[in-house]
């Protein structure tokens, strides 16, 4: 540490601007010192090649410390520490041959931007293993895939032989551009990744014998009579017929019930039932049927897909057991129906006797919002809703 | 249509502007009697007089100051430099009174320096020079440069049609070593104008003078390669969209001049690429010039200075492997 | 001071011609007037300077208005100039306003060069004047290109070209000189020997009277009293005669001498003042004033009232001038048309006698 100035004592390390290794010239600057009077460049005393920096950036240290040695019978011209290799000749075409990457012309990287191509699926044919401008539109030309990220370290650019498919040659391999998705997919996956992010959503199953639906419902299908007792089970445990809006619950007198309707590959639609309450199992079943055509035919009214205090979706016909379904925002709920499948359970007779009986059964799959209840809510409203459909009668 | 010399097509060309205008007229060392020392006047002192074709006196800022005076009251003199490098006797003049005459007074110069310019023939250093250099960083100076029969005498037309100083470099080697289809009668090649001498898409040799025949030699068959070169014709004002055009198309870029390297219409071009033309560059703007030596004599030493075939075969075969 | 030339110049056969330059009383009063205004632009162009109005330098030629007065009064208005900063005189006389001049210096839009070039680096073309650049004399090959297209055209017209005595030691000087000699162009040299070129004495610049330089290159020179208005337009007179008819270039070399320093700049501590005291008795104006006023044929309180009067509403003029716009400074490099000259005014009486004797 120079003395700068007589009543100097100490100085501080503000930058080091060589490091290990690096040549330095004879009154080249080599670091960068603060003391109380002055903030200054020290020129190196002798030219060399900089073996250690003994204080490091930050530290104050006294007049007079050690702060750096210098091999002053290096040369320069020789390898620096870091560098494992010579500099390879020019004219040598080599990949990677000093650790580093090759460059990016501005062609290319422009090329590239607009395409969106990751450079490191594309076979450089330049200097150094670059890719050149006429790689790049070779490549861009052959339309190859374009993975949309930087592969992982365990992912390896190996492909498999695909498949045979039936499909026509006219079925090429996708192009690297890919579909948009849909308006519709769109709106429906924004709506269903808000939801997510907002509510707190929890999934309560409850177990229930169909029996009594199965035998009361007839030509129709067990959907409008699961709905009047999804009602009958709301009407008692009113807080699951609810709106949350941020912290604003709004339990609601009616029951305005959506019943999710499958539009097919464009998606889902969520009609609602308006005053599903003042309506029998007969009633529901016509207008949710009369929705559900008007729907597929998109003859909907916006005022009918919209305001629904609980939503009901029933894909159960397709066999699958059980669903975790995202609720139908601003609702605190959403009922899944899932298949009846008939299976042997313990039937348990008025003495209290136990013997297996084949009954249909189904799983009722209730996604709840836990800002607006607990479990044990929900599995009381499930409770009920399994009561009911037990219990149906005319 | 005839096949003439670059040579006389110069001369055809001066020709055709005397008779077409009687207030064009030359005046240089040499250039009466005896036809000047390259000829190109040959038999003007004969057709047009001794007040038309006028031996000067050898002092060069005289023959441009005069020209000055002259061209300010209506006439159009063609001087001409003995050798290119002779205009540095008359740099004064050229640089400081007709260059700015028209900026500062509104006044405007319609005259034209003839410039013998370049080597390749042991001329030595006062005798191989391209000064277009020092006068590109002179504001008010135009610059042509031909390097084909048919613009030699086009090129002529234009500068002396032309109300501004206007230096036209004609390369010495070239005189009776091109040859090509010039048109007869008077016709003007646009100014700030290059020519596609030959198309490509690979790589674009830029250049102007003698080296675009070096440059298509040079480039004729370099690993199968398409190689475009261009003829700027023009050095001020610069063609600089025909040259972004070029470079957009082929991303690789070599420049040729015979002029030595430093601050030269390389450096000019490579700067203009770079900042006009970044994100179309598949590599470095490369330059092929004489280095920043006096151009010497013996012919080894001459042949080790001026950008011959060789330099820029491997000049382009390095950048397209690049 | 004479010196022997190895060979002797050609005689020139209108030697002897020695023109009585013929003067009215109005031709004379207007020789004063321009004097007069010669100086009184510049001393308040020196205000202006002081006030802080003027950027860059500024050049008067205070003391030598004689020289550029008297010649320029010779020239017909299809004579062409090439005026230098110490010669206002001339400009005025071809009928550049005062206003004007004062705008240029001030670096206004409305100036004659649009603020493009300063102090006197001006020439109005219109009136068949090409501004001076710094290098000196290099207007004096452009007077010879002049020349030589008035000989080519067989015009009966002059190209008047002014410069210093420090010019005379300069190589372009010297071509001009010869170029003018060996063909024989109409022009004329007008050699203000003002007997410093900065601070660099005659003894200093050259060993010869330039003067002698003329036979050697073959043509008339003629030395004059500088401050005589009437001799240097005399001089000039015979001169341009000469010119016109054929007889090749003359050399005018006219003494003053110069009162302020080389610009505003210069405090000039190295003039012996007894020298300036020496020639303040010879100012051209108060010894031209004197002889009119014992011909008694002009007015002169009248005249110097007009002067000043003109002055102030020249100088009101000026200052309302606007400074250019920035946005312009990088146009008009090349031009798109042909140069045109004009003529220039000429109040000498004889060009209007001549004019309706034709």
């Given at each position: 540490m120079p003395q700068m100035g007589v009543s100097v004592a100490e100085g501080t390390i503000t930058a080091w601007r060589k490091r290990p290794g690096d040549w330095v010239e004879r009154d080249e600057v080599i670091v960068e010192i603060s003391t109380d009077k002055v903030e200054t460049e020290v020129p190196s005393p002798a030219a060399g090649r900089?073996?250690?920096?003994?204080v490091e950036e930050g530290a104050t240290v006294d007049v007079g410390t050690l702060l750096a040695t210098i091999d002053t019978g290096s040369k320069p011209g020789q390898p620096h520490a870091d560098e494992s290799d010579p500099p390879p000749p020019a004219e040598e075409a080599e990949a990677n041959g000093n650790g580093k990457a090759p460059p990016v012309s501005p062609v290319v990287r422009r090329i590239a931007d607009e395409h969106s191509v990751e450079l490191s699926a594309v076979s450089g044919t330049g200097r150094r293993g670059r890719v050149t401008k006429k790689d790049l539109l070779a490549f861009l030309e052959q339309g190859a895939a374009k993975p949309a990220e930087r592969p992982l370290h365990i992912e390896s650019p190996y492909k498999e032989e695909p498949a045979p498919q039936p499909s026509t040659p006219a079925e090429a391999a996708p192009t690297g551009e890919g579909e948009r998705l849909s308006v519709m997919r769109r709106q429906i996956g924004e709506h269903m990744v808000r939801s997510l992010h907002e509510a707190a959503h929890c999934t309560t199953i409850v177990e229930a014998d169909m029996t009594a639906i199965e035998a009361a419902r007839g030509r129709l299908s067990y959907l409008p009579l699961v709905a009047r007792a999804t009602i009958a089970a709301l009407r008692e445990h009113p807080r699951l017929n609810a709106t949350l809006e941020g912290d604003r619950l709004t339990v609601h007198d009616e029951v305005h019930l959506g019943i999710a309707v499958s539009l097919g590959e464009e998606g889902l639609i969520v009609p609602v039932v308006r005053n599903a309450h003042e309506l029998s199992h007969e009633g529901l079943g016509a207008r949710i049927k009369d929705l559900a055509a008007r729907a597929r035919s998109k003859q909907l009214s916006p005022d009918e897909v919209g305001g629904a205090t609980f939503t009901i979706t029933n894909p159960g016909r397709y066999g699958a057991l059980l669903a975790t379904p995202i609720i139908n925002q601003p609702q605190v709920a959403i009922l899944d129906l899932e298949a009846v499948v008939k299976r042997p359970v313990v039937v348990t007779d008025g003495q209290g006797g136990d013997s297996i009986a084949i009954r249909p059964m189904t799983y009722f799959c209730m996604s709840w919002d836990h800002r607006a209840l607990d479990g044990v809510g929900a599995a009381e409203f499930l409770g009920s809703v399994k009561r009911h459909v037990e219990g149906w009668s005319d | 249509m005839p096949e003439i010399t670059y040579l006389e097509a110069i001369s055809d060309g001066l020709r055709e502007e005397m008779r077409h205008d009687e207030s064009v007229f030359c005046m240089g060392e040499d250039i009466g009697e005896f036809g000047g020392a390259f000829k190109v006047t040959d038999g003007f002192f004969e057709e047009f007089g001794a007040d038309r074709v006028w031996d000067t006196p050898l002092a060069e800022n005289a023959i441009v100051g005069a020209a000055v005076g002259a061209a300010v009251e209506g006439l159009r003199p063609v001087c001409e430099m003995q050798f290119a490098d002779f205009i540095a006797c008359g740099f004064d003049q050229l640089v400081n009174v007709a260059g700015k005459m028209y900026y500062r007074q509104g006044l405007a110069v319609p005259m034209v320096v003839r410039l013998p310019s370049g080597g390749g023939f042991s001329g030595g250093p006062f005798h191989s020079q391209n000064p277009e250099a020092w006068f590109l960083q002179s504001p008010g100076l135009k610059v042509v440069a031909p390097s084909t029969a048919e613009d030699a005498k086009g090129l002529l037309a234009s500068a002396i049609r032309d109300p501004n100083p206007v230096l036209y470099l004609e390369h010495k080697n070239l005189y009776r070593r091109v040859k090509g289809d010039v048109p007869e009668g008077r016709y003007e090649t646009p100014m700030g104008e290059l020519r596609v001498a030959r198309e490509g898409t690979d790589l674009t040799v830029v250049s102007y003078g003698a080296m675009v025949h070096t440059a298509l030699e040079a480039t004729e068959d370099i690993d199968g390669a398409s190689i475009e070169v261009l003829d700027l014709r023009t050095l001020c004002p610069l063609d600089r969209d025909g040259i972004l055009e070029s470079v957009r198309k082929t991303s690789k870029v070599v420049v040729l001049h015979e002029a030595t390297r430093s601050c030269g219409v390389g450096a000019e071009v490579s700067s203009l690429i770079a900042e006009e033309a970044f994100e179309d560059l598949d590599g470095p703007v490369v330059r092929v010039t004489a280095p920043d030596v006096p151009i010497p004599f013996s012919p080894p030493l001459e042949r080790a200075v001026l950008p011959q075939v060789d330099d820029v075969r491997k000049a382009c075969h390095d950048l397209l492997a690049y | 001071m004479a010196t022997t030339t190895a060979r002797p110049a050609a005689l020139d056969p209108h030697q002897h011609l020695a023109h009585e330059a013929r003067l009215t009383v109005d031709d004379r009063r207007e020789l004063m007037r321009y004097m007069l205004l010669m100086r009184a632009t510049e001393e308040r162009a020196l205000n202006l300077y002081r006030q802080g109005k003027v950027p860059g330098s500024f050049y008067d030629g205070r003391g030598q208005e004689a020289v550029s007065v008297g010649s320029a009064f010779a020239l017909s208005p299809r004579d062409r100039a090439c005026i230098l900063h110490r010669d206002l005189g001339a400009h005025l006389l071809r009928g550049v306003r005062p206003g004007l001049v004062l705008a240029q210096m001030m670096g206004r839009a409305g100036g004659l060069t649009g603020g493009r070039d300063g102090n006197m680096h001006f020439g109005d073309k219109d009136l068949g004047c090409v501004g001076m650049v710094s290098m000196l004399p290099d207007m004096a090959l452009v007077a010879c290109g002049l020349g030589l297209a008035f000989q080519m055209r067989k015009e009966p017209r002059v190209a008047m070209t002014w410069f210093g005595?420090?010019?005379?030691?300069?190589g372009q000087w010297h071509e001009a000189m010869n170029v003018a000699g060996v063909r024989k162009l109409p022009v004329v040299f007008v050699l203000e020997n003002n007997q410093y070129a900065y601070s660099t004495p005659n003894s200093r610049e050259f060993v010869v009277d330039p003067i002698e330089r003329a036979a050697a290159y073959g043509f008339h020179g003629v030395k004059v009293n500088g401050n005589d208005v009437e001799a240097v337009l005399r001089a000039s007179a015979e001169a341009c005669e000469r010119a016109r008819q054929g007889g090749g270039p003359t050399l005018i070399e006219a003494e003053t001498m110069r009162m302020h320093g080389h610009g505003a700049h210069d405090d000039m501590s190295y003039v012996p003042p007894e020298m300036l005291e020496e020639w303040s008795q010879r100012d051209p104006i108060e010894t031209y004033e004197a002889r009119l006023r014992d011909a008694g044929r002009v007015d002169l309180d009248v005249l110097r009232e007009e002067v000043k009067a003109e002055l102030d509403s020249e100088t009101d003029w000026a200052l309302a001038q606007e400074m250019p716009d920035p946005s312009t400074a990088t146009g008009g490099v090349f031009a798109t048309e042909d140069p045109v000259m004009g003529d220039g005014k000429a109040p000498w009486s004889r060009w209007a006698q001549e004019a309706s004797n034709a």
């Open positions: 900089v073996a250690e920096l003994v | - | 005595d420090g010019s005379t030691a300069n």
